[in-house]
């Protein structure tokens, strides 16, 4: 690995995040430090930024980085608890929020994490270590039925049913361990010309489910509204069609002043418009980004204002 991760978006989204130099800023997912170094280099010192990781080893070695900048809190806590830490911090509201979602490229080629299939290790997938669930615990112990539907709604994965069914049949015979041994069991009933799309969306429902990445998104968002200061931003960058629907969603719903039916003569929702959207469309990476990070090219950033 040549580097342990390049940031994506970096210009882009600290620049819609920072709109004062002195203000308090979130990052909810710290990693190698990339995006909270960026903002650091913009604010003056006044300014400062609270970043959390649920990864013990990037929390660590950014616990290392920025040892020497006082205007720098880190946490080894999951992102949704942003109003937790606002607590803990005495902050009433933060004047920006980002969020990076999805794992680091050190965390994706990592032998430990088991997040690849391309790369032999344990089955594992959780991003906490301290979770209960394996992506391993999950397959040998749950249902055919919530296999199939896992790898159905957070993989996007059409053969679910038959996939969910080989990996039935396989764990009678021995638990089923390794990155290895499930590639070779959704091998066995996929098309080689689909192969590296079924992988790779098993492997990313898998570690949706055992991240329970949905809900955490959802819970992150609604806890960010509300320690978010007037004029603050929310910055999200996500990486796959079902992080961007909830972001996308979340930040329609808020920015409407009601959500009574069309045909009510009068509004009766009670409903508070809380943000203002200012990416109409997703910003995504630049070609020569693309070109010289991979990883990149499903990137989408949004972005919503406090009002
Ligand atoms: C794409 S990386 C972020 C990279 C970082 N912005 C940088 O430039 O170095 C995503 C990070 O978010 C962390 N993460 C994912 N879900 C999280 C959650 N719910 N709470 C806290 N951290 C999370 C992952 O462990 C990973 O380190």
Do not use: W
């Amino acid at each position: 690995m040549s580097q342990l991760h390049t940031p994506v978006l970096l210009r882009e989204s600290v620049d819609y995040l920072i709109t004062k130099n002195d203000g308090i800023y979130f990052e909810g997912t710290l990693g190698f430090g990339g995006h909270t170094q960026e903002i650091l280099k913009q604010l003056d010192k006044k300014g400062s930024i609270v970043s959390t990781d649920v990864d013990k080893g990037a929390f660590e070695y950014c616990k290392n980085k920025f040892r020497d900048d006082e205007r720098v809190k880190l946490y080894k806590f999951n992102f949704s608890l942003i109003d937790v830490i606002a607590k803990i911090e005495s902050i009433e509201f933060f004047d920006g929020i980002l969020a990076d979602l999805g794992v680091s490229s050190f965390q994706l080629e990592s032998a430990a994490a088991g997040f690849s299939y391309s790369i032999h290790s344990e089955l594992d997938l959780r991003l906490d270590k301290s979770l209960r669930k394996t992506a391993a615990d999950f397959i040998n112990q749950e249902t055919e039925e919530e296999i199939a539907r896992v790898i159905f709604e957070y993989g996007e994965e059409k053969n679910s049913r038959k996939i969910a069914r080989q990996i039935s049949e396989a764990r009678k015979n021995k638990r089923i361990k390794t990155t290895d041994e499930l590639k070779k069991i959704i091998m066995s009933v996929t098309n080689p010309k689909y192969l590296t799309k079924t992988l790779s969306r098993v492997f990313q429902a898998l570690r949706i489910y055992v991240n329970d990445e949905l809900s955490v998104l959802k819970s992150f968002l609604e806890n960010s509204v509300e320690v978010l200061n007037e004029g603050g931003r929310l910055v999200v960058i996500s990486y796959h069609s079902l992080e961007d629907r909830i972001v996308k969603e979340f930040f329609k719903y808020e920015s409407l002043s009601c959500v009574c039916p069309p045909e009510a003569p009068i509004c009766t929702c009670g409903k508070i418009k809380r943000l203002n959207i200012l990416t109409k469309k997703p910003i995504i990476p630049s070609d020569s980004e693309v070109n010289k990070n991979k990883r990149s090219r499903s990137a989408k950033l949004r972005v919503a204002e406090r009002i």
